[in-house]
């Protein structure tokens, strides 16, 4: 095999693992938990300056776990999505944060975040249904 096609599979393994991760270990429980614990959710967004309509966010951060993981395993809007994931992982981080948690509770958003911001950087590889439907013209591919 050469170089580009482990790459290509390199980076599907990671956007289909991470992918799964994230929908069945974060997005659907809170996605399916309703306007009460997206509004906990939301509420991080404080940490931010952020302290208004904590449900919206709290929404959006679900929606970004469950959805922005789908895209990202299909290598679909993939810059939207990984850049989602990235920030919804820095406000999991500065909650983190300001709660003065442990360092294991800070490091894990903060080791994904750098992941997705990674990933954004890389693109979604040639194995990706960006790279088919965009074909050549989009030069985010990794090359070797």
């Known amino acids: 095999m050469n170089k580009t096609v482990l790459a290509d599979t390199g980076l599907l393994i990671?956007?289909?693992?991470?992918?799964?991760?994230?929908?069945?270990l974060h997005g659907l429980q809170k996605l399916t938990g309703g306007p009460e614990r997206w509004a906990g959710i939301g509420k991080s967004m404080a940490n931010l300056g952020i302290d208004f309509m904590p449900v919206f966010w709290g929404f959006m951060a679900a929606f970004a776990e469950t959805f922005g993981a789908v895209f990202l395993i299909l290598g679909l809007f993939y810059r939207p999505a990984t850049f989602m994931l990235a920030f919804t992982m820095f406000v999991a981080m500065m909650t983190h944060l300001a709660k003065l948690d442990p360092w294991n509770r800070v490091g894990y958003p903060m080791e994904l975040m750098f992941v997705f911001i990674g990933l954004f950087l890389i693109g979604p590889g040639r194995l990706s249904l960006d790279y088919m439907l965009l074909g050549r013209k989009n030069k985010s591919q990794p090359t070797s």
């Open 14 to 24: 990671i956007r289909v693992g991470l992918g799964l991760s994230f929908i069945f």
